[in-house]
């Protein structure tokens, strides 16, 4: 669906991502790891089309990003960027209805209603859809731009979903509501990339993670293949452990570097 | 928009119309007034001379001109505050307001008269495209507008022109001078149909233009970054926007003078009401700022008769303290 090709991108004489490479296909839940500063964030930037990078390119469906009419983009990709500040009193619902602007003159009335109330629902965020946004808290917020990003493709097959830390402000048991949506997302054939610190949730949700450091790609594929003790010391510098969950499941548990 | 914020609006416009045209010195009832109004139009309504001369031909022509700068200001206003996410932004911060001023006062020192001519109005008018054009060469870092570069810049421009407008002042004999100050306080005593018709196309123009940019203020109010992912042009629309606002208030601040603090009070009296939508805001500001512009020359008229204020005294009346309120709400709202 989404494949960048040798990705650079060049600020102040250094390489902040320097020459990756990333497919994401259709039903892909794609985790994108990383320590802060590895570029993780600009790379998904670049991959939404918000700036050209330096070297590569970014096709979604075989076509350059460039080349993507902006409407049509708009429908069937949603970015959720990191800090959201909204101007003026407004409140979560009409954040969430702004999500269907692309849509205008395409889709009905009730359609958009639909897809409102459905991403409302998903994101757990109804019962703040009539609060003014300023009065939320930071994680409250989230959902409600969670739940704006999801009504903007709401009804949009294969739809990509971008989404840069999702989960940062979240308390535990939305963080996995999340992660599980993401994956349901991508179950009905959509693909999602989001951006991930938590390696826990990460190795426990995500099909596939792409691991970065210093703007370069150093490893890629299942949690279990990627994830593995030497990089994550490397790369994190932390120690880990794949550990067993109820119901076969299994995770990366980390804690701190013997000395 | 549903209709009816827009049909109590259109009343609030109409009743401050009517009470344009009827008061005054001398006062003429409503049904007098609509009775002149139609035999301007051709019909026989055997009303006297003087009465039709006062509506037809003064307060006519004057509460026109009240509504056209008002409405194009608050239009404006909502706009820039808008595009600039910022709810203290208004066409002063552009130096669009100060290009005008200087484009205007250097006519006067330079022997045009105050009342009448279109030499003020086309040189406050170039003044105020100067200034866009200026603001826009300034602002532009690698081909995009960042809003924090074009708000300094703006600011920047307008001392420029405050302190050039000054250097006028302090080399002006007595008469430039009271013709300079009385222009500068903002006046619709200078309004006739000769002007009106002058500054009318460019005003409507952008009038008609800007609710065409609700949609893509409406994604910005989420952030510029956000705007682009709803597929919205954002650097073509501020530049747009922001050219498209500069046309009709150089056209308006031309002829009035700075009229103070519609742009600002009246988007915000809007949002308070009906929500911060572009939708319904960019209309609804048009037509309150038209109302509260010919309320407010209205009072200018009355207070003093026969002699009358500058209506910019009575709008910065309104206004100042509206700000102060507006300052310490929005305060209250970052501490909580």
Known sequence: MIRATDIVVRRAGRNLVDGVSLVLGEGEFLGLLGPNGAGKSTLLRVLAGEFPPEGGKVEIDGADLKAWPRADLARRRAVLPQHAAVAFDIDGRAIVELGRLPHEGRSTRAQDAQAVADALDACDAAPLASRGYAALSGGEQQRIQLARALAQIGGTPKPLLLLDEPTSSLDLSHQHAV????????????????????????????????????????????????????????VFGVDSRWIDLPGGQRALATYPMAA | MTMRPAVVA??????????????????????????????????????????????????????LMAALVGGMLALAGATLQGLFRNPLADPGVLGITGGATLGAVTAIFFGASAMGGAVLPLAG????????????????????????????????????????????????????????????????????????????????????????FARGL????????????????????????VGVAALGVGAVVSVAGPVGFVGLVVPHLVRLTHGPGHRRLIPLAAAYGAALSVAADTLARILVAPAELPVGLVTAAIGAPFFAFLIRREKRRLAA
């Open chain 1, 179 to 234: 992660l599980s949506l993401a994956k349901r997302v991508a179950a009905q054939g959509g693909a999602v990339l989001a951006v991930l610190h938590d390696l826990f949730s990460a190795s426990l949700h995500c099909r596939r993670v792409a691991v970065l450091e210093r703007g370069r790609l150093v490893a890629q594929g299942t949690p279990e293949e990627a994830l593995t003790p030497d990089l994550v010391r490397r």
């Open chain 2, 10 to 63: 259109g009343a609030w416009l109409l009743a401050a119309c009517l009470a344009a045209l009827s008061l005054g010195p001398s006062r003429i009832p409503p049904m007098d007034v609509a009775a002149a109004l139609l035999q301007g139009l051709g019909l026989d309504f055997r009303v006297d001379e003087r009465t039709l001369a006062i509506v037809a031909s003064l307060r006519l022509p004057r509460m």
């Open chain 2, 125 to 212: 008018f170039a003044g105020a495209l100067a200034a866009a054009i200026a603001v826009d060469r300034l602002a532009r870092v690698d081909g995009r507008i960042p809003v924090a570069s074009l708000l300094l810049s703006g600011i920047a421009l307008e001392a420029l022109s405050r302190a050039l407008t000054g250097v006028l002042i302090y080399a002006s004999d007595d008469r430039q001078l009271r013709d300079i100050t009385l222009w500068l306080l903002g006046s619709y005593a200078g309004a006739s149909w000769d002007r009106l018709l002058l500054i009318a196309p460019f005003a409507l123009l952008s009038a008609c233009a800007l609710p065409f």
């Open chain 2, 218 to 241: 409406d994604a910005l109010m989420l952030g510029e970054r956000e705007a682009g992912h709803l597929g919205i042009p954002v650097e073509t629309l501020k530049r747009l926007a």
